[in-house]
């Protein structure tokens, strides 16, 4: 029962703040019609194919990194404001106010996936098949507790949103755009290939490529493997840092 | 209800509670007093299993802090010094969350809600925003909230901070009642000396870490020799005004203070 009213929480809020959902739909809108459109020729011209084909599963991912981290580290704010006291003085563990508020976050970031997804529809995104989706829906889900997880750790580790930028500009964006959202792997320099392959959100966005488009870099055990492995690290890590926050 | 013994916290090199013991008996009202910095908030924290004391013994209702964290848990309901609300979320909402934390039943839940927000006069503006109550609303609120799992000790936190005489009045007449009524012990801290004399009947004001005077107010105003619990009080802990660094969480409640201007 608190897991559950801790997850109802997360949905709750998510789908009060009307401006953050515009808001955190616009950007994956922005990013898709004007890379999307604009780099579309040139990708066609040099032989790589439909690129909103291409782009849309990196966008979803995209899309789902933010708002996961974005959920995990709203309990910086708990912790300013004080509800997260009201959360910790009750009877239960901090195991289950990790498992509730992360279940919640990762449930709201696959939900703006799927949405993200059928903006990409409208916006000429074609399936290769819908006989995947459910392992699509499996990679999202992966992705958003995955993040929602990396999120928590930070947050349990920082006292205040000073540090939040610097987490945005040398961790989040690093993370989607060297994660070959945008372009493809095959052919790039080896520096780039390497980093590539340490950041976890490429297994995402090649495991989304592979059940969206039937076309994919790493091969679908591999992704499925090191995302799944990487999810519950980070969900170990994330509670035991949690377990350490002192108020 | 409440028994302290020997109670020590020590962070790094710094001694914030130093050597405490105390005791509340069932049904009382026991003010905690002190200059800022002077160790409330860390006792508070150690009583409420927010915190594990260094050394020393702690019990409420027979129960240990430390080792049975959950079982005391259940026994008090604590209103804290920061507004502790989902500002996102109903009252109602909030209610029942902090129903669904504590395991109370639907079926009582649903009851028990609607008799306390009646008590608190919040009945009819169960399904509005916090964010759109003012602050002795959320207060009331929160004391609602706090009695929803029937505790035994309420623990209120610089209840009436902040609040004008009209509402400060009107809680304190929530909490006599609850007091008088439901036999419920509340121990309370604050710097309106006034709200200690009238309401308390134990008093224990701690200074640096260590408690250095306890009793009835009557007690404290014989010892220091003063006419009012204010003047005793300022004799015992010096009128030098106290230091202390703004914590994060304090820049944070200017910032947002500022922030809703």
Known sequence: ?247 | MIDVKKLTKKFDNFTAVDDISFSVDKGTIFAFLGPNGAGKSTTIKMLTTLLNPTSGEIKLDGKDPVKEKNEVRKVFGIVFQDPSLDDELTAYENMEFHGALYGIRKAERTQKIEEILKYVELWNRKDELVKHYSGGMKRRLEIARGLLHHPKILFLDEPTLGLDPQTRNHIWEYIKSLNEKERITVFFTTHYMEEAEQMARKIAVIDHGKIIAQGTAEDLKKQTNTASLEKAFLELTGKEIRKEEASTAESMRMRRRMFRR
């Open chain 1, 1 to 247: 029962m608190a897991i559950y009213i801790l997850w109802l929480r997360q949905i709750k809020r998510y789908y009060r703040s009307k401006s953050r959902i515009i808001g955190s739909l616009g950007q994956p809108l922005l990013f898709l019609l004007a890379f999307g459109f604009g780099f579309g020729p040139i990708f066609q011209r040099a032989g790589g194919g439909n690129y909103i084909q291409f782009l849309a599963p990196g966008i979803i991912a995209m899309s789902i990194l933010f708002l996961a981290i974005f959920s995990g580290i709203e309990i910086i704010w708990d912790k300013q404001f004080g509800f997260l006291k009201e959360t910790l003085v009750a009877p239960i563990s901090r195991l289950e106010i990790m498992i509730g508020r992360t279940l919640g976050g990762a449930t709201v970031a696959t939900a703006q996936g799927i949405i993200v997804l059928f903006i990409a529809y409208i916006a000429g995104f074609r399936l290769s098949g819908w006989a995947m989706f459910p392992f699509a829906l499996i990679f999202m889900a992966l992705i958003s507790l995955l993040f929602t997880a990396f999120g928590t750790a930070i947050a349990s580790v920082l006292d205040d949103m000073h540090g939040f930028q610097l987490i945005m500009n040398f961790l989040v964006m690093p993370l989607f755009f060297l994660s070959g959202a945008l372009f493809p792997l095959a052919g790039l320099p080896k520096t780039l290939v390497i980093i590539a392959e340490i950041d976890p959100l490429s297994y995402g966005v090649d495991g989304l490529r592979h059940t969206l488009i039937n076309a994919s870099h790493f091969g679908l055990p591999v992704d499925l493997g090191i995302l799944s492995a990487l999810t519950f690290l980070l969900l170990i890590l994330g509670s035991y840092l949690f377990s350490k926050i002192q108020i």
